[in-house]
């Protein structure tokens, strides 16, 4: 701590500060991109910091790690396209709002919570590294198996409608994720057709998943009278959203608890966070009902949540060299080529350069929030363009997103086809964020599932492996409790309808 | 309304792009290479194969060598296998798609999968590093030499669970090699990349592993190193004694070499220009700074080297693993 605060003024010389400006803004921009996801913006410009001082790059990627989570939260908003897979729970809420004349209070909304789960992030990790380091390291096979079935539970929860189709939402995205070489042994699954051999990536899938429905319904609708709904600037809101929002201590503070908790888990990643965090916050609600048809609370946990896992999933990176996101991943590859060995060394030879990043990426939570609020006043532009042309620059985005990811038409073929389905699914109830956790989960809990298995035959046996060990047992409590309390729930609302109903009938 | 407001420049830019792709076609040998070239890393962004070819191909731009950047495209899955195949079918031929390979990795997935490659589908350019595997064990592991190793693995067979990197990488390769040269039995655990498979030793959740030895130079704190499988001790561990010392005749088949190769079907002047920069771009005193600096293992070779390695490489695990086909 006492090192932060002696290094803190290095992150405030004029070049590393106008670093961070432009990193940020650059970084809001990328994020808003569908397809640019914050790893593939990192890794585009990791070579660009071989030629600048080591403080100076790992700033700029540090600011630009901050800003593009963020910033894939104005897009789900706005146009109801995840900007990356962190930000599926905030659309859930968000884009319902946006469609009430809201966006730009939804987007105010998000950046605020956004730097409070961000800040509350750096905060664990300034002082609580070392421990949190160590509890990184306890998560193997068989913890990582239970996490994603935890990721698995909350899927119910993600649908406004049928807890039955979320689950079978799910399973579709379950199945999709074993399509291509199976890891273990590497023999094809599925690879019906020849685009299929590379399985389905995460990004076309997303992409696919949300913006071609969106597309299509956007056609369907655009001959009609549209709502009188007013998109104009809504003026000195700002204040007001933000006592408002830091009213809402329950949702930030799972939003952010959940975040950190899952940015230590190597390999869990932000992907998830929000989602989690938003089941959570809704689960604790009085009104539940409420959530994806523009509950401000929806908003704040999935950003809270996504922001707050930034620090912490550099824990495990910064001390073990094991990056605890698939950003962190690349953020690796930007201290490596520095020099800059991450391990205790790191913050004992190199303290200044590691502490001067630490600094860099608290202020960046600032500027983030501090830009992002900024460009949030523009966002009713957006909700005023026409539904045609705004189908046709979806479409644009949609295929440049795709494409960028691997230079791969296959990739493209692959969203329009997911796409087409999950429009047709969308008719009849079915909604694309459980689809999409099932692809996300599915692999972590295969991998770790055959993992655990091979060692556990060498070992103790695959029952005492998977369910002994603290760290094992409270994972599954969790499992047990989050299925549990969506069965109680929703016991009690069929009862409800069904004293409604009765009601009903004796009194008419 | 818009339409016919644009569609006289519109046509006039289309024409001149028509015009300049066909001049461009003429020209491309002289002027080779005239736009950015990309180049396929068939592993995810950060892992250690994406970030040397980033090093390694930084100077592209500069006038001495190409006078034009190198783009990375990252196409990862199946260890490889997804990106290896499209580069040898859907490749572009004219120099403008390169990709990277790591040896032993392409040669063993051609020799026991059903792939669109092997080593007569790919033009070699030029090597850039050499990364030799190590056994690895967490540092609270009872085992303190190969010895102990051998010795508790003869008793217990199958018992002792090592991870590595994938499928019939250099680390699979150095295992079976292992199994074969000590007559013993391990379990491998297959990760997905190198970086996990640390992480499982390190925090004791597998009893061994074989990782890069550059990696685990920079993890050693954590570890304990047995043996190098390579036939001389590396300079960044000299303590570390090869696994001939310990008297396991293990050799170097499993070294992870990493280069940079042309589809087959490219032009000669292209392959001829390419494998003459390249060595000299890889050896650059700025890529070689950074290289050391992040720990990275440089072994520069030539295309006639290479082409010489990928045939000794495939002979050896022709050998090896259609043994192990048989045992399934």
Request: proline share 6%.
């Amino acid at each position: 701590m006492l090192e932060f605060l002696q290094y803190f003024p290095n992150a405030l010389t004029p070049i590393n500060l106008l670093v961070l400006v432009l990193g940020t803004i650059g970084g809001l921009f990328l994020g808003a991109t569908p397809g640019l996801s914050p790893t593939m913006a990192v890794a585009l410009l990791v070579p660009f910091t071989f030629h600048m001082e080591p403080a100076t790059g790992l700033v700029l990627l540090g600011a630009v790690y901050t800003s593009t989570v963020a910033g894939g939260a104005i897009s789900a908003i706005l146009i109801n396209i995840p900007g990356a897979p962190a930000n599926i729970a905030t659309l859930l809420d968000g884009h319902p709002m946006a469609k009430q004349g809201q966006a730009q209070k939804a987007l105010y909304f998000c950046f605020i919570s956004s730097l409070v789960g961000g800040l509350f992030g750096m905060v664990i990790m300034v002082f609580f590294t070392p421990p949190l380091a160590e509890i990184a390291l306890e998560f193997g096979p068989s913890e990582m198996f239970w996490v994603a079935l935890f990721g698995i539970t909350v899927m119910a929860g993600l649908t406004s409608g049928s807890v039955l189709k979320g689950l079978l939402g799910g399973m579709f995205g379950l199945l999709i994720s074993v399509i291509g070489y199976s890891p273990m042994l590497g023999v094809p699954r599925f690879v019906f057709l020849d685009v299929l051999t590379g399985g389905v990536a995460i990004v076309p899938a997303l992409i696919g998943l949300f913006a071609v429905p969106q597309v299509f319904s956007l056609m369907e609708t655009a001959f009609q009278q549209r709502d009188e709904v007013s998109f104009k600037p809504q003026k000195g809101i700002l204040w007001r959203t933000f006592a408002e929002n830091l009213k809402k201590v329950k949702a930030l503070s799972i939003g952010s608890v959940v975040g950190t908790i899952i940015g230590v888990i190597p390999g869990a990643g932000g992907q998830v966070a929000g989602l989690i965090a938003y089941d959570q916050v809704r689960k604790f609600s009085r009104d539940p009902h409420s959530f994806g048809t523009g509950n401000p609370e929806g908003v704040v946990a999935a950003e809270s949540a996504n922001n707050a896992m930034v620090g912490p999933s550099l824990i495990p990176l910064l001390t073990l060299s094991v990056p605890g996101s698939p950003t962190a991943a690349v953020l690796l590859g930007g201290l490596l080529i520095h020099g800059l060995f991450p391990g205790p060394d790191l913050f004992r030879s190199h303290a200044e350069v590691t502490y001067t990043f630490i600094a860099s990426l608290v202020l960046a939570q600032v500027a983030m929030c501090g830009f992002g609020l900024l460009m949030s006043r523009y966002s009713h532009t957006v909700m005023k363009v026409p539904d045609l042309e705004m189908a046709a620059a979806v479409t644009v985005l949609a295929v440049y997103g795709t494409f960028s990811v691997q230079n791969s038409l296959d990739d493209v073929v692959v969203m329009f086809g997911l796409g087409t389905l999950m429009y047709l699914g969308r008719k009849v109830g079915f909604s694309a964020a459980p689809v999409v956790l099932g692809i996300i989960l599915g692999t972590i809990a295969e991998d770790n599932f055959l993992k655990g298995k091979l060692i556990a035959e060498t070992d103790v046996g695959l029952f005492k492996y998977f369910f002994t060990g603290h760290l094992n047992l409270i994972i599954i409590a969790l499992c047990a409790a989050s299925v549990g309390y969506s069965t109680y729930s929703e016991v009690r609302q069929y009862q409800k309808a069904k004293a409604q109903t009765r009601a009903k009938e004796a009194g008419s | 309304m818009a339409g016919k407001r644009f569609s006289k420049p519109l046509a006039a830019a289309m024409l001149a792009a028509a015009l300049l792709l066909t001049l461009g076609g003429l020209a491309a040998a002289q002027t080779y290479p005239d736009k950015p070239i990309s180049m396929i890393v068939t592993y995810s962004p950060g892992g250690a194969t994406d970030f040397q070819a980033r090093i390694v191909t930084m100077l592209a731009g500069d006038k001495k060598y190409l006078d034009q950047p190198i783009v990375i495209i990252n196409k990862p899955g199946a260890g490889g296998q997804v990106g290896w195949n499209w580069f040898a079918t859907k490749g572009s031929k004219d120099g403008y798609t390169l990709a990277t390979y790591n040896v032993p990795h392409f040669i063993a997935q051609s020799i026991m999968y059903p792939t669109k490659y092997n080593i007569h589908a790919f033009e070699a350019v030029a090597n850039w590093g050499a990364d030799p595997a190590v056994l690895i064990v967490p540092k609270d592991s009872p085992f303190n030499n190969v010895k102990d190793f051998v010795a508790f693995a003869k008793k217990n067979p199958g018992k002792i669970t090592v991870s590595g990197a994938g499928m019939y990488v250099g680390h699979h390769i150095a295992t079976l090699q292992l199994e074969k040269a000590a007559g013993i039995k391990l379990t491998y655990i297959p990760e997905k990349g190198g970086v996990p498979a640390m992480q499982s030793v390190v925090a004791g959740k597998v009893k061994a592993g074989f990782n890069n030895l550059s990696d685990a130079f920079r993890n050693q704190d954590r570890l304990k190193i047995l043996a190098v499988a390579d036939l001389e001790r590396h300079e960044f561990l000299p303590k570390v004694p090869t696994f001939k010392e310990a008297g396991i005749n293990v050799d170097n088949s499993s070294v992870n070499y990493r280069g940079v190769v042309l589809p087959k079907g490219a032009k000669p002047e292209i392959i001829k220009k390419l494998a003459e920069v390249f060595p000299k771009m890889f050896g650059d005193k700025k890529v070689l700074g950074k290289m050391k600096a992040s720990g990275s293992p440089v072994k520069i070779m030539t295309r006639d080297q290479v082409i010489k390695m990928f045939a000794e490489r495939e002979k050896y695990l022709q050998g090896l693993l259609p043994q192990l086909k048989k045992k399934k």
